[in-house]
């Protein structure tokens, strides 16, 4: 049976009893691992001020890219409120001069959302849409973002980011910047500028989302491949999928739209133990949740279980994270895969132990082929 290639996503999570330090040494050894497993990308998320050590995530991109040699690797996203166009062009300019045609340029919204939301319309607000199951895949109810956007860990990470006063650009424009630095006819007020190093570098940009708004849009219009986050909004990935191939246009990148989308494994020998490995994801998501941010990823050996009112915030979550055996979480991929029309998954596992973690990686690779 012919699959669709596999990548990985590594959140460079901080565990409970380990550090920082020893996280960043770990997204390096995992990245060797899932190269030598056989996956085709590795992907780094952007992330402040919390239990998440890619927080410099271009930084680690060109460590992990002198680790490997064949793997291409990639940002998931840079998020471009909190960068320049130039700045995000020049610094992917000089990894790829060293590691050249590897790298991937994710590009995501970032705080643009948060701006809407506090704007003197708001957010549009939208139909709680009733849960339901399509060809078997669950697609959950949607989970109200409103008061995690507006948290104060947000604000203050929003402020700590940006310079006092600083304008964001419209999410579309900043795209488009980014695609004429890298071609060189980049211009602000008719005066040309060069990106150095930077302009002309082999590097493939894409675009993150959740919905069928502006990311999946700018994706589309731009011909450029886009990634839906099921493990992040999982009730909203048909919608966004759909939104992206209805605004495609063919560009000298794509001829045709390219989908993928994510999912958030754990993978051990048997069901049960995966079950008992992934049992405090609930835990960090929650945290998530209620605006305290991620924290330290808990030991499922020593963590108290969930309440009934904390489990109900984080339930989609969990019922949308693919958890078991080899075959039963490639199972649940090929189900992704065939109802959302992918043409590449990408997996992101957490565990508290990281050889547990290297091990759902190789056991997810074996089963699907990649080796």
């Known amino acids: 049976m012919s699959r669709v290639p596999l990548s990985v996503l590594d959140l460079a999570p901080v565990t409970e ?69 130039a700045s995000i062009v020049e610094a992917f300019g000089t990894v790829d001069a060293v590691h050249p045609g590897r790298l991937d340029l994710g590009l995501g919204r970032s705080g643009q959302r948060r701006t809407e939301l506090l704007g003197p319309s708001g957010a549009p607000s939208r139909p709680r849409e009733p849960e339901r199951v399509v060809d078997g895949l669950l697609i959950p109810e949607p989970f109200p973002v409103e008061k995690l956007l507006t948290s104060p860990l947000v604000a203050a990470t929003t402020r700590a980011v940006e310079f006092d006063g600083a304008r964001q650009p419209d999410f579309a424009d900043a795209v488009s910047d980014v695609i004429a630095l890298l ?29 069928k708004g502006q990311s999946a849009q700018v994706a589309g219009h731009e011909g450029l491949p886009f990634v839906a986050n099921y493990h992040v909004s999982p009730s909203t990935v ?3 999928t759909e939104a992206y191939r209805t605004s495609f246009r063919p560009s ?108 759902s990686h190789r056991l997810l690779a074996r089963e699907w082929g990649l080796v």
């Open 238 to 240: 048909l919608e966004a």
């Open 17 to 85: 009893g380990s550090t920082p330090q020893e996280s960043v040494r770990r997204s390096i050894e995992l990245a060797q691992v899932a190269e030598a497993a056989g996956y085709r990308r590795f992907w780094l998320a952007e992330h402040h001020f919390v239990s998440v050590a890619s927080s410099s995530t271009t930084t680690l991109i060109a460590l992990v890219a002198a680790a490997t040699r064949r793997i291409r690797v990639g940002s998931a996203a840079v998020q471009a409120g909190h960068h320049t166009a």
């Open 183 to 211: 071609r060189g006819d980049f211009a602000v007020e008719d005066v040309a500028l060069r990106a150095v190093p930077g302009e002309g570098a082999d590097v493939e940009i894409w675009i993150f989302g959740s919905s």
């Open 252 to 359: 000298d990148r794509l001829a045709e739209p390219y989908v993928v989308v994510s999912a958030d494994v754990v993978v051990a020998e048997d069901d049960s133990t995966a079950r008992h490995l992934a049992s405090t994801y609930g835990h960090w998501v929650y945290d998530i949740r209620s605006g305290a941010g991620a924290g330290d990823y808990l030991d499922p050996a020593t963590a108290p279980p969930l309440s009934d009112d904390q489990r109900a915030v984080v339930d989609d979550r969990v019922r949308t994270q693919f958890v078991g055996s080899p075959s039963t979480v490639a199972e649940r991929l090929d189900t992704l895969a065939r109802v959302t029309g992918a043409d590449e998954l990408v997996i992101t596992s957490v565990t508290h132990d990281f050889e547990d973690r290297k091990r």
